[in-house]
Structures are given as structure tokens and as C-alpha cells.
């Protein structure tokens, strides 16, 4: 039988809002693709980004574009030359990988994941803000192992210095999604060595990283704007020690599985994160995430409600997707 391909905007409001050195949003904007066929649907999820040039309305007309060849049989692989990385290829492709999950009966972990896939400990993000309110909210999270701080430049000392002092046993994450500059790198490296950081994430401007190759690093250095796709890993080596691999990046999983292959032989630490969406978003990563170093798939935790079937979150462990909700 042929397949139906809908896609349709969706939002979820966010619980307070999500801060970072760009600006701040209230609510997820996704898309959801459903791919039928016979009889089984399969689902996947995107999150429009406009730090790439993404809106709603170009995933849509995206997804638009390929609809014929989708419903006349079109395959994942196909798809990676039929459409460029980023969220429209995402949906479809997640999409694709549910519904030959749900046609075959065969889970999709056993396709991706190496070992039967167990419960990951996420990071929770604690967006950018004042420093009491932020040491608030660390207070609040302190039991968690490990949480993102959201920093941008003028103010990160402080910001540390609270959050790190209300969350005493927590491990953190520094993003500062290129916020800060070649002048304070030095400096802010140098201490975030006081306050538990495993990872620092994106300190500098996209083309503005060559410095990081003679810059000492304390604490590991990840990409995540930098590190786009598979075809910008080479070009890091030497500037970064971990890379952040996010499906509506990567273009998918079936591009996202490329991407940590080649991280992996060029001697790349893995992070696995995600935009701010729900559980549809976060259950392929959930499996790609069995090998990473690094675990960022908390966007459903931050958000008011979620999609149901949900991913179960206990704490900061986040488990494999039920086959109801994905795979």
C-alpha cells in the first residue's frame, strides 16, 4: 500500500523560560511528521532552529518538497541526498526508522544500539539569569549529578560562583553558546576549574575557535555550533575535545549515527543533545546515546507537558523509549 506523509506544527509552553546568550523563548515550537503505512504509523519530531535559518514554515515547505518521493517509497538513505541536514530531514527520517519499527516488530534498538539499551544520566539545564536566581534554581536541582549552566560573557564568574555554591556535589556543564571571546577564554577555562566543570560547550563564535588550538584546556572543550555535521568534524581535530551531536543538526539519526562514527575515529569525546522538545524528540537520541560520553536530553523536563506516551524520566535518568512512543 502507498504511504501518507502529514506534518504539523505544534507547540508546548515552557515551564518559566528558557534563557541563553541569544535571547529566550517560552514555548517549543516543533513539527511533527507521521508517515502511515499499512496500517502502522510511524512518528518523528523537529525543532525549527533560527540560529540556523529555520522557521516553521521552511521545515514544512521542506517537507513538502520530498512528500512525493516519501510516499512513493523513498528511503532513509535516499533521503540523505534528497534533503540537507537539519530539522525537516530529522522529522522524516525519525519518522522513517518508527515505521519500520512498527511494520516489522522489530525495535528499532536493535539496529542501533550495540548492547540492550539501559537508563542514561541526563544533564538538566539551568538557564542564563541573575545570580540569585540562578543559585535558586541550583538549590532546587541540587540533587541532580550533572547540570548545564547557561553563561553568556559579562557576569560568568558570579554565575559560577552561585550556582556551583548551591549545588555542592553537582558536576556541571558550562554552555555559553559562543557568548564568550578570544580576550576572556583564557581566563574563564582557568576557572571554571574551581567549580566541578566536566565540560565546557561552545565558548566561542562559529569561525572564531582557531584560537582553542593553543589555548590550554583544563576541562574539556565541546563543539555544538561548530559541529554541525559530519563534514565539519575534520576541521576540529586539534580545536575541540568533545563534540555535541544533535539530531536536528545532524539531519537525523541515520545521519547522527555517521556523524558519532567518524567523532569516534578521530579521537572525539560524544555529547548527545537536543533543541528544546518532547519525549518523540528525545526517544531516538535516548538510543544513540548508549555510546556517548556526554548526555543532554532533558528537554522534555523543562517544559509544562509533555507528549504522551512520554519517555520516563526518574531523577536524571531518562529510559529507552517504550515501542508506543517510538521505535
Known amino acids: 500500500m502507498p504511504r501518507t506523509l502529514v506534518a ?7 515551564a518559566g523560560a528558557f534563557v541563553i546568550s541569544r535571547g529566550a523563548k517560552t514555548e517549543a515550537c516543533v513539527v511533527h511528521a507521521r508517515i502511515s503505512q499499512d496500517g502502522a504509523a510511524g512518528h518523528g519530531e523537529c525543532v525549527p532552529y533560527a540560529r540556523y535559518g529555520e522557521t516553521e514554515e521552511s521545515v514544512l515547505a521542506q517537507i513538502e518538497e520530498v512528500r512525493p518521493a516519501i510516499e512513493n517509497g523513498m528511503d532513509r538513505y535516499e533521503l540523505l541526498d534528497a534533503l540537507p541536514a537539519g530539522a525537516a530531514r530529522n522529522a522524516i527520517d525519525c519518522a522513517l526508522w518508527d515505521l519500520e519499527a512498527k511494520r516489522s516488530g522489530r525495535g528499532a534498538h536493535l539496529d542501533i544500539c550495540t548492547m540492550p539499551p539501559v537508563p542514561v544520566t541526563t544533564a538538566f539545564t539551568i538557564s542564563m539569569n541573575d545570580t540569585a536566581t540562578m543559585a535558586d ?8 549529578p550533572l547540570i548545564k549552566v547557561k553563561v553568556g560573557g559579562d557576569g560568568d564568574h558570579a554565575r559560577l560562583h552561585a550556582v556551583a555554591g548551591a549545588a555542592t556535589t553537582s558536576r556541571f556543564i558550562i554552555d555559553a553558546n559562543e557568548a ?3 580576550d576572556n577564554i583564557s581566563e574563564y577555562l582557568l576557572s571554571a576549574l574551581q567549580y566541578r566543570v566536566a565540560l565546557v560547550e561552545q565558548p566561542l563564535p562559529v569561525g572564531h575557535d582557531e584560537i582553542l588550538r593553543s589555548v590550554p584546556h583544563p576541562v574539556p572543550v565541546c563543539a555544538d555550533e561548530s559541529a554541525h555535521t559530519i563534514d565539519d568534524l575534520d576541521k576540529l581535530v586539534g580545536l575541540y575535545d568533545v563534540i555535541n551531536i544533535k539530531l536536528d543538526k545532524a539531519g537525523g539519526l541515520t545521519a547522527a549515527r555517521m556523524m558519532m562514527e567518524r567523532a569516534h575515529e578521530l579521537g572525539f569525546g560524544v555529547m548527545v543533545g537536543c533543541m528544546v522538545g518532547t ?3 528525545m526517544a531516538p537520541a535516548v538510543l544513540l546515546a548508549q555510546n556517548a560520553d556526554f548526555v543532554d536530553l532533558d528537554g522534555p523536563l523543562l517544559l509544562k507537558r509533555d507528549r504522551q506516551p512520554a519517555l520516563r524520566y526518574a531523577g536524571s535518568l531518562v529510559s529507552p523509549p517504550d515501542a508506543e512512543l517510538w521505535g
Open 279 to 281: 519525549s518523540l524528540a
Open 137 to 144: 534554581h541550583a538549590r532546587v536541582a541540587a540533587h541532580r
Open 8 to 14: 504539523t506544527p505544534e507547540r508546548f509552553p515552557i
Open 180 to 182: 564568550w571571546s578570544p
